[in-house]
């Protein structure tokens, strides 16, 4: 009998602690990744942008409506990639908000005037500080795609545990030595990354829109323009134009398109200029399966992406 009570007083322990775990809604699978890293067996986060869905203009669905009238905690990147979460947060009181582009840990860069010319250095951050509202259909302003820049993640990675343990302090160590694991594992991919992209590096690359340029100043690569101004907008033909005599003067040059984005311009500019056609890439992890190894799989693939398009035949 003293076995079952013994039993019983241990799951109720258990549960207890369980319980005490926060509601956690994030944004997108880079986001989630980062958090699923940082609470490990403690709870699993709410992803609210599933898979082959854009960022920009998410419909929520009743479920994922409920998660976040439910949330203790919101990790998000900020209202200049999700504009409708930050519609939808201004009528939720409840929830805590961990705005990751407004931290001061993240060195936040301006988006190029023409999406072109991106090169590898940090000359390119901006000022820290709070930022206006983006407009999608042509970037302008700060570049919320920080995430791309593996030292912004780790930095990000104790900001996730702090505002944690706010809310569970019970398992605060749990938080704390999970994030600062999940550091050490960044260093890891980090440093996988780089030899990834070292025979490229420097090798001039055609994206479809100005996403890449915390990726680009961070490993060293060099975009030498975009499709399109923003990821919203189709591109007139004056901007087709100028990028086709740009790219007409014999440099090797891989284009890639967008997983989000029909290929078809992307095809046509192979065509004309003689580029070589790149995997479509994915900014936003939206085609990868969601779970703490998402991030790394996400700059993985934007690295094999690149690298064998220069490398293979």
């Known amino acids: 009998m003293r076995y079952i009570i013994s039993f019983f007083l241990t799951s109720l322990i258990f549960t207890s602690a369980y319980a005490e775990v926060p509601d956690v809604v994030t944004d997108i699978p880079p986001v989630h990744a980062l958090v699923s890293r940082v609470m490990g067996d403690l709870g699993t986060p709410t992803l609210l942008l599933t898979k082959g869905v854009s960022e920009h203009d998410l419909q929520l669905h009743p479920l994922q409506a409920v998660a976040l009238a439910d949330a203790e905690l919101v990790v998000w990147i900020g209202p200049e990639l999700t504009p409708w979460l930050d519609r939808v947060l201004s009528r939720l009181v409840s929830a805590k908000n961990l705005v990751l582009l407004d931290a001061p840990e993240t060195a936040r860069r301006a988006f190029s005037e023409d999406g072109a010319h991106v090169h590898g250095g940090h000359d390119d951050y901006a000022v820290k500080g709070k930022v206006d509202f983006v407009d999608h259909s042509r970037h302008e302003g700060t570049d919320p795609h920080a995430w791309l820049d593996p030292t912004i993640a780790k930095a990000w990675l104790p900001l996730i545990a702090a505002a944690l343990s706010a809310l569970d302090r019970e398992n605060a160590t749990t938080y704390v030595a999970n994030a600062t694991k999940a550091q050490a594992d960044i260093d890891a991919l980090d440093a996988h990354v780089t030899a990834l992209l070292a025979p490229v590096k420097d090798r001039p690359v055609v994206v479809y829109h100005d996403a890449y340029g915390y990726f680009a100043n961070h490993f060293g690569l060099s975009i030498k323009g975009s499709i399109a101004l ?52 994915d900014p936003v992890g939206s085609t990868l399966t969601a779970g703490p190894n998402a991030y790394d799989a996400l700059l993985t693939k934007l690295a094999t992406s690149i690298t064998e398009c220069f490398i293979v035949p």
Not at 248 to 272: M, N, R, Y
């Open 230 to 281: 923003g990821d919203a907008t189709l591109p007139g033909a004056a901007k087709l134009a100028a990028l086709q005599d740009t790219l007409a003067i014999g440099e090797t040059t891989c284009i890639f398109p967008e997983a989000q984005h029909d290929k078809a311009l992307a095809e046509q500019l192979a065509v004309s200029t003689k580029m070589k056609l790149g995997a479509p890439l």
